[in-house]
């Protein structure tokens, strides 16, 4: 089992940034990629942004392109979310999610899940 935890959440006006950390612990040599997804209220979880532990590729949504950049620290088991240029259609939950054998937008196909996180864009 692989357990993470989100961090940074809160409230920031539109055009701001903010930094989401993802602590993982447990079984964490077994983890292949460490990602990001949202839900927003009414709406379905949806990619945002993912990271191949070993290699340090990523891919992004296209929503978050250019604004958004995933990274991770081996060392502490983190990785980290910087969301800049905040739009109030950027106000969801965020989850980090870890999976052991693949790199997929798709959510439901992912191992591990936080608990989630707050985002809240004022316009």
């Known amino acids: 089992q692989v357990q993470l935890v989100e961090s940074g959440g809160g409230l920031v006006q539109a055009g701001g940034s903010l930094i989401l950390s993802c602590a993982a612990s447990?079984?964490?040599?077994?983890?292949?990629?460490m990602g990001w997804f949202r839900q927003a209220p009414g709406k379905e979880r949806e990619f945002v942004a993912a990271?191949?532990?070993?290699?340090?590729?990523?891919n992004y949504a296209d929503s978050v392109k250019g604004r958004t950049t995933i990274s991770r620290d081996t060392a502490k088991n983190t990785v980290y979310l910087q969301m800049n240029s905040l739009k109030p259609e950027d106000t969801a939950v965020y989850y980090c999610?870890?999976?052991?054998?693949?790199?997929?937008?798709?959510?439901?196909?992912?191992?591990?899940w936080g608990q989630g996180t707050q985002v809240t864009v004022s316009s």
């Open positions: 999610a870890a999976d052991r054998s693949v790199l997929t937008p798709r959510a439901n196909s992912w191992d591990y």
């Open positions: 990271i191949r532990w070993s290699a340090g590729s990523t």
């Open positions: 447990g079984r964490t040599f077994s983890v292949y990629a």
